[in-house]
């Protein structure tokens, strides 16, 4: 089993920065890919970003232009910068780790989620 520890969410006014960071275990860190999905109530989850083994980045069309992904391997951490949010950006986020196989099967392991709001 691969426990994934989020932390960093809470609320914010929109237009405000929350930085989320998703830490996995050191000794499958550097050989995964790592992303953060949201789930908005009545909504499906969505991807929101991930970034391979080799630092390449996805980002949804939604958050392009705000937010970014970045990995620090010597941590064994990814942090999603959420900058300029908006109030259809609330929704509970999740992290993801899973091989770079198991990540385009949809499989993998999750995060127990953290809640992210924005309202004035």
């Known amino acids: 089993q691969v426990q994934l520890v989020e932390s960093g969410g809470g609320l914010v006014q929109p237009g405000g920065s929350l930085s989320l960071s998703c830490v996995a275990p050191?000794?499958?860190?550097?050989?995964?890919?790592m992303g953060w999905y949201r789930q908005a109530p009545g909504k499906e989850r969505e991807l929101v970003a991930y970034?391979?083994?080799?630092?390449?980045?996805i980002l949804a069309d939604s958050v392009k232009g705000r937010f970014t992904l970045s990995r620090d391997n010597a941590n064994n951490t990814v942090t999603l910068q959420m900058n300029s949010l908006k109030s259809e950006d609330t929704a509970v986020y999740y992290c993801?780790?899973?091989?770079?196989?198991?990540?385009?099967?949809?499989?993998?392991?999750w995060g127990q989620g953290t809640q992210v709001t924005v309202s004035s």
């Open positions: 993801r780790w899973a091989t770079r196989r198991d990540w385009y099967l949809g499989q993998g392991y």
């Open positions: 970034i391979t083994s080799g630092g390449s980045t």
């Open positions: 050191g000794s499958i860190f550097s050989i995964g890919v």
